[in-house]
């Protein structure tokens, strides 16, 4: 017997880039975070669930935190330049970074949302 190769399917495959885009996405929220002075938030089990959550919706939503993840992702990372630039000139970055915070959060929770909305419209079965 001879070993197969597994392939994946295009769906878990875009599963996981999803999951490993929205953990980036948290890992530089996090730096942003440490350049305003905030305190590390941890990546708790509420945000690690949010992939599956989000894929298991499909349709709309799914789309739609595709989208939004790389749009805020085309947000921050411009920013997140800047603020490393600044921090490696030794210049204070924290007001800055903690307007960038505030948007990668804000974004961050509508993001999140997305997925409450998804349980919010399943249908409700009667017994």
Do not use: C, N
């Not at 490993?20 to 669930?49: K, M, S, T, V, Y």
């Not at 949010?50 to 990372?77: H, K, N």
């Amino acid at each position: 017997m001879r070993d197969v190769d597994v392939i994946e399917s295009p769906d878990r495959a875009q599963g996981h880039a999803f999951a490993a885009r929205w953990r980036a996405l948290h890992d530089a929220g996090q730096e942003i975070g440490a350049l305003a002075a905030l305190a590390p938030e941890p990546f708790d089990d509420r945000l690690a669930a949010f992939p599956d959550q989000i894929a298991s919706s499909g349709g709309a939503q799914l789309t739609l935190a595709r989208e939004y993840l790389g749009d805020l992702d085309a947000i921050l990372q411009p920013g997140l330049v800047a603020l490393r630039t600044l921090h490696a000139r030794g210049q204070d970055t924290t007001a800055p970074a903690l307007a960038l915070w505030r948007e990668f959060h804000a974004s961050r929770g509508a993001l999140l949302a997305l997925a409450r909305e998804a349980k919010l419209e399943e249908p409700v079965v009667a017994a």
